[in-house]
């Protein structure tokens, strides 16, 4: 029984971060996935692939694992260069990048 701890990336439709501030524990996969023959669509006997555990720290999360014995392996979240900038930046005098309006 293996299963993954990793926090979330922020969706990139919303510009809030609700659901990636928390840690995950999700199980892998102990089955392959099925198409199934008549409508097509994918299954699983694998009932732990639906088990989604939230947690507030990433040691609360690696305790629990512990606790029940889970071998847990975690993705540490990759971090985001991003460069604020608000409106009035476009038009500053000394500016270096070209005009794109």
Do not use: C
Not at 1 to 13: E, H, L, N, Q, V
Not at 44 to 62: N, R, V, Y
């Amino acid at each position: 029984m293996t299963a993954r701890i990793y926090r979330p990336a922020k969706s990139a439709t919303q510009s809030g971060a609700a659901r990636s501030r928390r840690w995950v524990l999700e199980y892998e996969p102990e089955q392959p996935r099925e198409i199934e023959p008549l409508m097509g669509w994918t299954s699983s006997g694998d009932m732990k692939s639906q088990i989604h555990l939230w947690f507030e720290t990433k040691e609360e999360a690696l305790a629990y694992a512990a606790r029940n014995g889970i071998d847990a392996r975690v993705a540490e979240p990759a971090t985001v260069g991003r460069k604020t900038l608000s409106y009035s930046d476009n038009f500053k005098s000394g500016r270096l990048d070209q005009w794109t309006h």
